[in-house]
T-cell receptor, first 113, second 113 residues
Framework: AQSVTQLDSQVPVFEEAPVELRCNYS??????LFWYVQYPNQGLQLLLK??????LVKGINGFEAEFNKSQTSFHLRKPSVHISDTAEYFC???????????FGGGTRVLVKP | DVKVTQSSRYLVKRTGEKVFLECVQD?????MFWYRQDPGLGLRLIYF???????EKGDIPEGYSVSREKKERFSLILESASTNQTSMYLC????????????FGPGTRLTVT
């Protein structure tokens, strides 16, 4: 079985400051990793994914994430946030040979002016 | 453009009622999923379907059933709604092969009184 832990449930951050959202996973097999964003009153939208290759993955809206196999982490970063980045962010893993995504509990980002 | 739609954005039902939540995708995807989203718990998989008339239990199937009679439509059924089923319900779909990205609908916020 796999599990995902998002270490921060809420992250307040000022506009134009950097932000890092932490995600750790556990799995006994190879996994694919995802970050999704949920804006208020909307469904989830894919930010970025890691399938293989370079461990630094760039996504939409200036976000990037780094896969660290030894630390089983997939932290999400943005160097300078905007008010519009206020949302909930979910880390998820999918076994390489499976159908199902396992989600973390989510991190709510509140960007303050 | 990819599209997953859900029949209602908001729904209020009484305890004991039978509730149908419908999801339609226009991408000819083989796999469809139903999740519930609760604060701090992220998304938890209720059921998924990998083909017409085929289904598999997720992590929390108790109190729910599903139906998939056509490829594009996946229904979630609450046989006898209870207050602990008050939640946000999200539908998703993905192709059966290749990249594992799931596409999400906007969600249905169900309140059971």
């Amino acid at each position: 079985a796999q599990s995902v832990t998002q270490l921060d449930s809420q992250v307040p951050v000022f506009e134009e400051a950097p932000v890092e959202l932490r995600c750790n996973y556990s799995s006994s097999v190879s996994v694919y990793l995802f970050w999704y964003v949920q804006y208020p009153n909307q469904g989830l939208q894919l930010l970025l994914k890691y399938l293989s290759g370079s461990t630094l993955v760039k996504g939409i809206n200036g976000f990037e994430a780094e896969f660290n196999k030894s630390q089983t982490s997939f932290h999400l970063r943005k160097p300078s946030v905007h008010i519009s980045d206020t949302a909930e962010y979910f880390c998820a893993v999918n076994r390489a040979a499976g159908n199902k995504l396992t989600f973390g509990g989510g991190t709510r980002v509140l960007v303050k002016p | 453009d990819v599209k997953v739609t859900q029949s209602s954005r908001y729904l209020v039902k009484r305890t004991g009622e039978k509730v149908f939540l419908e999801c339609v995708q226009d991408m000819d995807h083989e796999n469809m999923f139903w999740y519930r989203q609760d604060p701090g718990l992220g998304l938890r998989l209720i059921y998924f379907s990998y083909d017409v008339k085929m289904k598999e239990k997720g992590d929390i199937p108790e109190g729910y059933s599903v139906s998939r009679e056509k490829k594009e439509r996946f229904s979630l059924i609450l046989e006898s709604a209870s207050t602990n089923q008050t939640s946000m319900y999200l539908c998703a779909s993905r192709t059966g092969t290749g990249v594992y990205e799931q596409y999400f609908g906007p969600g249905t916020r169900l309140t059971v009184t």
